[in-house]
């Protein structure tokens, strides 16, 4: 709430910082879950907060994820085939950006933050100690292992998204027991933190991707934005290659070395993508 009220703070500044701070605090509810009878109501509390601000976090997540391609592809790309894809871009985020609805709705979420304070003070576990967070970390860690599992079978967006999300998790509850465990967990916040920004990358370009297709006309020829999402797929290709060859490394019983391409088949029943050559 500091932030918010903050007047040296630019408006994305602003809602960066408090969408991921909301973000966390569901990390913690999810660290004690089991043993918090009011996780429910609340997780979706927080949930519903954030989303009031996501347009402006999702306008401004698209022209990063463009940026990025073209700094991928630039010696190999004309910029200004591409050059109306960035400009749309840039016009919806401002548009976003300078709606007085967009203040509107921050003030809002402050409001949902000043009443959530006041609920925490009721709030109470089942358990004391470790045992009220050893439940809650072991089960997000062996869901982002399962989100890895179904992710290296079917190699889609959705699949790839439900993974990153899991990971999140992950990484915060590993943030948290920092401290407490620090030779252990210091390094599982390290290398979720690395997983969990390849993945970030990969969904926001899987937005970006469906933004152009959905509304093409409004990106250029329909030559350039089919173009771009060719670049787009490479780009998606080499971050999903980077995560699976981060999974051989640190999750060695999740992305399968040795496996071929002809024997790794989807769970829907289709043939998945090759397999990184990192695990060949």
């Known amino acids: 709430m500091n932030e918010i009220d903050d007047p040296d ?4 500044v602003k809602i960066h910082q408090v969408r991921k701070r909301c ?3 569901r990390g913690l509810l999810r660290l004690v879950r089991p043993v918090f009878d009011d996780f429910g109501a609340e997780n979706a509390s927080f949930r519903d907060a954030a989303r009031l601000l996501s347009d402006v976090r999702d306008k401004r997540s698209l022209i990063l994820a463009y940026d990025d391609v073209t700094a991928q592809f630039g010696d190999q790309i004309d910029r200004r085939a591409f050059a109306p894809i960035r400009a749309r871009l840039t016009r919806d985020s401002r548009k976003v950006l300078e709606d007085p609805d967009t203040r509107t709705r921050l003030q809002k979420f402050r409001h949902e933050m000043d009443v959530a304070r006041d609920r925490m003070r009721t709030w109470t576990l089942d358990k004391n100690d470790f045992d009220a967070i050893a439940d809650g970390i072991g089960k997000t860690y062996k869901r982002a292992r399962k989100r890895m599992q179904d992710a290296w079978s079917d190699r889609d967006d959705e699949t790839m998204h439900a993974w990153r999300k899991r990971v999140k998790y992950h990484w915060y509850h590993a943030r948290l027991l920092g401290d407490a465990v620090p030779e252990m967990m210091g390094p599982q916040a390290d290398a979720a933190d690395e997983l969990s920004d390849l993945l970030g990358d990969y969904q926001d370009l899987a937005v970006l991707d469906a933004r152009l297709h959905d509304a093409q006309q409004d990106f250029g020829t329909a030559t350039d934005i089919e173009a771009f999402r060719a670049l787009i797929k490479q780009r998606k290709e080499a ?3 980077a995560a699976f060859c981060w999974a051989a490394n640190h999750w060695p019983s999740g992305a399968r070395r040795g ?6 088949t989807g769970r829907r029943g ?3 993508k090759p397999v990184p050559t990192c695990l060949l």
Do not use: D, F, N, P
């Not at 496996?259 to 790794?264: D, H, I, K, L, Y």
């Open 270 to 272: 289709r043939q998945a």
């Open 239 to 241: 971050l999903a290659e």
């Open 9 to 12: 703070l630019e408006v994305t």
């Open 259 to 264: 496996s071929s391409a002809g024997e790794a």
């Open 23 to 25: 973000k966390k605090l």
